[in-house]
C-alpha cells in the first residue's frame, strides 16, 4: 500500500527534527546552512510542508547526510515505532481535530522525548495486535468520548430539529405518521421506497435498511421491520437529506467503517430522527410529571414510550441526551446487551458513560457479566416468556444496584424485547442513574419498597463476593490480585520485621 502523502510529510518531518537534534543544531543555525526560513522549516518539522527536492537537498548537506536518505521512510531505532504508527494510517485516521489537535501538534508532542514515547507506542501497538483492536474500535470510542463531552446532548442538531418542524409542520404534534415520512422522502427528495430485496439473500437478514444512491435515489427496507423501526430508520435518512450530508453509510448496520466521517454522520442523522420523533418540549412535561410520583409505575413508564411509537432503544437512549439537560441530572450509564436464546453469553454492544463514571463497562476479556445485574436478568425472563408462550412485546424492569467494594448506587431502568429481525436474538437496554442528593430531590419514587435493591459485582472473575449464589464463572482475577496483595503485606512485614 502506498503511505499517504499526509504520512509521508510526518515521517519526513519527524526525521528532520531528530537529524537537527542529535546533531545539536538550533533551527536558526540549519536555516542559515540551507538557506530555507526558520518558518518553513518549523512547518517541515511539523509535518505540515513537504519541500521540493532543491531544498530537501540543502537540507541534507546542512544535516550531513545523503539526499536519498532523507527523502527514504527510515528511521532510527527508537522511532521505529512511531514510523509504525503513523504507516498504519492510525494517526491520519483518528479524528484528533474533534478534540482540537491535529497530527502535525501530535508528532511534535511525541518528537520531544521520542524514546520513551516510543516505548509507549510499542507497547499500545502490541496491545490491539493481541486484542485485534482496529482502526474501527478506536472509532467508536472516540464517538462515545465525543457524547460524552457534551453530556450526550447537541443543541446545534436540536435546533436543526426546530427548523425542520417548522417547515413541515405536520411533525409539530406527536405521535409522528409513518405516511408522512414517506411522502417528504418520496415527494420533496426523490425516493423509492421498497419493502422487499433482501428476500433472496439470508444473510442479510439482520439489515434493516440499504440505500442504493442514483436518480432516483432507492431505499430497502427490511419487511421483517416494525411500524417503528421503520420510522425510526425513515427518520435518520431525511436527517441525512435534510442536514446535506454526502459522507455517510449506505447501510443500517455497520459491515465496514470507511471513515469516521461516516460514523459521525449516522450519529447526526440517528440523533436528527430521535430528536424529531421524540421532541425535547413535549417529553420534558411528560418526565417531569413521571419523575414526581411517589411509587413506581412500570405501565406509566410505557406509555410515554408508546406515545411517540418508540422502540425502548430510541427511548432510552433519547432519555440520555435529555435528563442531563432538563434535570441536570449527568451521572449516568446505558447499556445495550444482546442475548442469542439459549446461550449463556451475553454481549454488551453498546456503552455509554456521562459523568465520568466507568461501571459497568463492556470487557474484551470475555468475562462473564454479573448476573445480578437487571440487563440481564430481563434477557433470562424475557426468554422464559418466550419458551412458555407468554411472547410480550416489551418487558420492563427496574432495579437499585450497589457496587460491591464502592459507595456508587445506581437506580436502573431495563427494557427489553427481541432483536427484531435477527432471529433467536432478544436485546436490553438500561438506563442507570447514580443516587446522588440531587437526584433523591427530583426522583420522588428512588425508594419505592417495591423497588428491588441487589448488591452487584462488575464480572464475576473480579467480584470478591465468593458465596454468590448467582455466580457465573469462578473469581480468578480476584483472587489472583488477592494473592498478590498477601505477597506484599507478607514482604512489607519481613521488612518491618529487620528494621
Not at 536555516?31 to 519541500?51: D, F, H, M, Q, V
Not at 474500535?137 to 457524547?147: H, I, M
Not at 405516511?179 to 422487499?196: A, C, V
Not at 427481541?418 to 432478544?426: D, H, I, K, Q, V
Request: aromatic share 10%; glycine share 4%; net charge neutral.
Amino acid at each position: 500500500m502506498t503511505p499517504r502523502e499526509e504520512n509521508i510529510r510526518l515521517i519526513f518531518g519527524l526525521k528532520v527534527r531528530q537529524l537537527r537534534i542529535d546533531r545539536n543544531l538550533s533551527l536558526s543555525e540549519v536555516s542559515k546552512a540551507s538557506g530555507i526560513s526558520i518558518s518553513y522549516l518549523n512547518e517541515i518539522e511539523k509535518g505540515k510542508k513537504y519541500p521540493k527536492a532543491n531544498k530537501i537537498a540543502q537540507m541534507a548537506k546542512a544535516l550531513g547526510v545523503s539526499y536519498d536518505w532523507l527523502v527514504s521512510l527510515q528511521l532510527s531505532t527508537d522511532l521505529r515505532p512511531i514510523a509504525e504508527l503513523i504507516k498504519s494510517d492510525l494517526l491520519t485516521s483518528l479524528p484528533l481535530e474533534i478534540f482540537g489537535i491535529e497530527p502535525a501538534d501530535l508528532v511534535d508532542i511525541i518528537s520531544n522525548t521520542p524514546s520513551k514515547i516510543s516505548a509507549f507506542i510499542s507497547t499500545l501497538i502490541e496491545l490491539t495486535r493481541n486484542y485485534n483492536i482496529g482502526v474501527e474500535n478506536f472509532y467508536f470510542a472516540v464517538l462515545r468520548s465525543y457524547q460524552e463531552m457534551y453530556d450526550n446532548y447537541f443543541e446545534d442538531l436540536e435546533e436543526v430539529v426546530d427548523q425542520f418542524v417548522k417547515e413541515h409542520t405536520q411533525f409539530a404534534q406527536p405521535p409522528v405518521k409513518l405516511s408522512d415520512l414517506k411522502q417528504i422522502l418520496t415527494e420533496q427528495y426523490h425516493y423509492e421506497i421498497h419493502e422487499e430485496g433482501f428476500e433472496n439473500y439470508p444473510e442479510l437478514e439482520s439489515i434493516r435498511s440499504l440505500l442504493i444512491p442514483g436518480n432516483p435515489n432507492r431505499l430497502l427496507i427490511n419487511k421483517h421491520l416494525s411500524n417503528t423501526q421503520q420510522m425510526f430508520t425513515l427518520g435518520r435518512e431525511l436527517g441525512y437529506c435534510y442536514m446535506k450530508i454526502k459522507e455517510r453509510p449506505y447501510t443500517s448496520s455497520w459491515i465496514h467503517i470507511q471513515s469516521f466521517e461516516q460514523l459521525l454522520s449516522n450519529f447526526k442523522a440517528s440523533y436528527f430522527s430521535g430528536a424529531l420523533l421524540i421532541p425535547k418540549a413535549h417529553i420534558h412535561q411528560d418526565l417531569k410529571s413521571f419523575i414526581a410520583r411517589k411509587s413506581w409505575n412500570t405501565e406509566a413508564f410505557l406509555d410515554i414510550m408508546y406515545k411517540y411509537q418508540a422502540s425502548p432503544e430510541m427511548f432510552i437512549h433519547r432519555l440520555t441526551s435529555l435528563i442531563p439537560k432538563l434535570f441536570g441530572l449527568n451521572q449516568l450509564f446505558f447499556l445495550r446487551f444482546n442475548h442469542k436464546t439459549g446461550s449463556t453469553f451475553y454481549n454488551m454492544n453498546k456503552e455509554l458513560h456521562l459523568g465520568g463514571l466507568y461501571n459497568p463497562h463492556s470487557n474484551v476479556l470475555k468475562e462473564h457479566y454479573c448476573r445480578r445485574w437487571v440487563s440481564l436478568n430481563i434477557l433470562k425472563d424475557l426468554e422464559n416468556l418466550q419458551n412458555h408462550g407468554s411472547m410480550t412485546q416489551v418487558l420492563c424492569q427496574i432495579q437499585r444496584s450497589q457496587y460491591i467494594d464502592s459507595e456508587n448506587e445506581f437506580l436502573c431502568i431495563s427494557m427489553a424485547r427481541t432483536f427484531s429481525p435477527t432471529p433467536f436474538t432478544n436485546s436490553s437496554v438500561t438506563i442507570g442513574l447514580l443516587v446522588t442528593p440531587e437526584f433523591k430531590q427530583q426522583v420522588g419514587f428512588w425508594n419505592d419498597k417495591r423497588i428491588s435493591v441487589r448488591k452487584v459485582g462488575v464480572t464475576c472473575e473480579r467480584c470478591s463476593e465468593l458465596n454468590c449464589s448467582d455466580r457465573a464463572a469462578p473469581a480468578k482475577i480476584y483472587q489472583a490480585n488477592l494473592h498478590t496483595q498477601k505477597i506484599q503485606e507478607s514482604l512489607e512485614k519481613i521488612r518491618k520485621e529487620y528494621e
